[in-house]
């Protein structure tokens, strides 16, 4: 159902787009798995220069993409929709509308966010307070 929302009420597609923004991330999530599979951290300064490049490249895009769209863009999404939910309860005189739906649904997104970006930031901590010890892979 929530998918559908913006087939049937085009006024919020651009919004579905801006929520999809959260597989750029995802992406790059993939690819520190994928071309680092022996966890290497990225600021080691022994690598060869076509890993040591690879790595630090994905691992900056990660990181702000992470900061931009988890931390920063999925919030105002979510002010902007509660915005749109008000204007368009107003024009269709009650609260319980199509929106209603996808209010509560974003808000599970940005708390999972929260969540994440907590337990990225604990993975990061943990790391350094054991001088460079591999953990996990976390994320």
């Known amino acids: 159902a929530y998918i559908m929302i913006p087939y049937h009420y085009p006024f919020v597609r651009w919004l579905m787009g801006a929520c999809m923004s959260v597989e750029i991330n995802t992406w790059c999530l993939i690819a520190r798995r994928v071309f680092n599979k022996q966890g290497l951290p990225p600021w080691i300064l022994n690598l060869p220069l076509g890993v040591?490049?690879?790595?630090?490249?994905?691992?900056?895009?990660?990181?702000?993409?992470?900061?931009?769209?988890?931390?920063?863009?999925?919030?105002?999404?979510?002010?902007?929709?509660?915005?749109?939910?008000?204007?368009?309860?107003?024009?269709?005189?009650?609260?319980?509308?199509?929106?209603?739906?996808?209010?509560?649904?974003?808000?599970?997104?940005?708390?999972?966010?929260?969540?994440w970006t907590v337990d990225l930031l604990m993975s990061k901590i943990r790391y350094w307070r054991k001088g460079g010890e591999k953990i996990d892979k976390g994320l």
């Not at 895009?61 to 988890?70: D, E």
């Not at 269709?92 to 509560?104: D, K, M, Y």
Request: hydrophobic fraction near 60%; glycine fraction near 4%.
């Open 52 to 115: 040591s490049i690879r790595i630090k490249l994905i691992s900056i895009l990660f990181y702000t993409s992470w900061i931009f769209i988890r931390i920063v863009l999925y919030p105002v999404i979510w002010a902007v929709l509660f915005g749109m939910w008000k204007e368009y309860s107003a024009e269709v005189g009650t609260g319980w509308n199509v929106l209603a739906i996808a209010l509560p649904l974003h808000s599970v997104f940005c708390a999972l966010n929260i969540k």
